[in-house]
């Protein structure tokens, strides 16, 4: 059997809890492997129910879990569980933790995990069945030189802690069921009989079609995405997404219970800037936009609102974006983009944003994405200034940029700032190759109104 890496503690006797890379040859779980489960033997104590036996719980899917109160990773690892438990016992989900003999009873296991409960479990007990193994040091089936603590437990020839054993309908033995996330959890809706493959169903809901700019997915049909990725952690994160060269690339939003159409409008993947609208009444902005949206990432800003106003309107939600005219002082980029890294700077991949001074470190920020978008944050962050783009862009180029402090005009006393203006445009002429000069002139902004 090929090496595998683990995060396994020894047992009690080793004294110490360590990352390990453990070779399994033909052990004796190995061999347990599509055969039948060995039965639950001189159980010498149960919480939150029993005594049961494998037997009586063929027909459903059994997790075992080999751990110890003396274990780290096992402690650690216990929200999971709790967590496959809440989400599949009523399902068909059995899950066992099978303490080793390690402790005389229950109430002494209890008293060893209640330091361990408030600080890894929130403060909750175990939700499943708690099984504590008996029998003593009992040697391991096929291989007299080992004994584990526990007739179950050398049953199953555990000696690294913790070990889950997934344990099919049928009760033969499924795998070594060493992780959990996407995969560990389906491997038990397999087990189960609930897996979908729902792949091609959420590559057709939510891909962008020719000319599309921005798709929108309703919280019924969102439950596509979150069976494709499984983890629910990280579904319940994924509402962004940018389509990018004909494929899907997913923005880690953070998770709102109500997502608002200030929200959508200022966040990712949208991502306007105070310049490209107004929300012209408050009510207007706490509209409910739940879902995921989906933006092609190559698109302007005007392009995605542009975009987002016809769907308003399909969803017919108590809420209208509207494009008028606004005279405003601006700063205009025209000309050919093309770059011209900074010599003789720690980054030479970025566009950076200073005047007079490049700062070494990194700490003024920065960002990525399309020219236009960079344009767009140069005037909102830089200059407190909209920037209307005039030039000529490539359009796919995802650039990157850096702000220096000194590259924030907003923070310049007012008598320096005109000086300062045009020493931050020199410098991103330098590297874009674009020209920049300051106008007043009619621009577009959209307005979020209530009807």
């Given at each position: ?15 110490a ?10 052990s ?11 039965e ?65 009873s ?49 049953a ?38 609930i ?19 921005v ?9 596509v ?49 105070r ?36 769907i ?74 909209q ?19 000194s ?6 006393p007012e ?18 190759s674009?020209?920049?000069?300051t ?13």
């Open positions: 059997m090929p090496t595998r890496s683990l995060r396994r503690s020894r047992s009690p006797q080793a004294r809890e360590f990352d390990m890379t453990l070779d399994l040859p033909a004796r779980l190995a061999q347990l492997y599509g055969r039948p489960a060995p639950l033997r001189r159980i010498k104590g149960w919480k939150n129910g029993g005594p049961v036996t494998l037997a009586q719980l063929k027909g459903r899917v059994v997790l075992l879990d080999f751990w110890g109160h003396w274990c780290g990773p096992c402690i650690r690892a216990m929200p999971d569980l709790m967590k496959l438990h809440d989400k599949y016992a009523d399902k068909g989900l059995v899950i066992i933790a099978v303490h080793d003999d390690s402790v005389a229950i109430e002494e296991m209890d008293q060893k995990l209640v330091s361990a409960k408030q600080r890894y479990w929130s403060g909750r007990d175990l939700p499943f069945l708690v099984a504590l193994d008996g029998g003593g040091l009992t040697p391991i089936p096929g291989a007299a030189d080992r004994k584990a603590k526990g007739a179950t437990t050398a199953y020839g555990i000696d690294s802690f913790p070990t889950r054993i997934l344990i099919d309908k049928p009760g033969h033995v499924v795998a070594d069921f060493d992780r959990g996330g996407k995969e560990g959890e389906k491997q038990i809706q397999i087990a189960l009989g897996y979908e493959d729902v792949s091609e169903s959420f590559d057709e809901l939510y891909r962008l079609e020719d000319g599309q700019i798709r929108f997915i309703p919280p019924d049909e969102v439950v995405r979150r069976k494709h990725m499984l983890d629910s952690d990280d579904a319940d994160r994924f509402k962004a997404f940018y389509w990018s060269g004909g494929q899907l690339v997913t923005d880690t939003w953070r998770p709102f219970d109500r997502v608002t159409l200030s929200q959508l409008l200022s966040e990712s993947p949208f991502g306007a800037t310049f490209d609208y107004e929300i012209g009444d408050p009510a207007a902005g706490e509209v409910e936009l739940n879902g995921d949206w989906i933006v092609r990432r190559d698109a302007s800003v005007s392009q995605r609102l542009a975009a987002l106003a016809e308003l309107d399909r969803m017919r939600v108590p809420v209208r974006l509207e494009k008028r005219s606004a005279e405003r002082q601006v700063i205009v980029a025209r000309g050919r983009y093309t770059f011209q890294p900074l010599t003789g700077t720690y980054d030479n991949r970025s566009i950076h944003v200073f005047s007079d001074v490049l700062d070494p470190d990194e700490r003024g920020g920065g960002g990525s994405g399309t020219v236009d978008r960079f344009l767009s944050q140069l005037g909102s962050v830089a200059f407190g200034m920037v209307v783009n005039l030039a000529e862009l490539p359009p796919n180029d995802i650039v990157q940029w850096r702000w220096h402090y590259g924030y005009l907003r923070k310049v008598d320096e700032r005109p000086q300062k203006l045009q020493q931050i445009l020199q410098n991103v002429s330098r590297q874009t674009l020209a920049f000069t106008e007043r002139r009619r621009v577009d902004v959209w307005h979020a109104i209530v009807p």
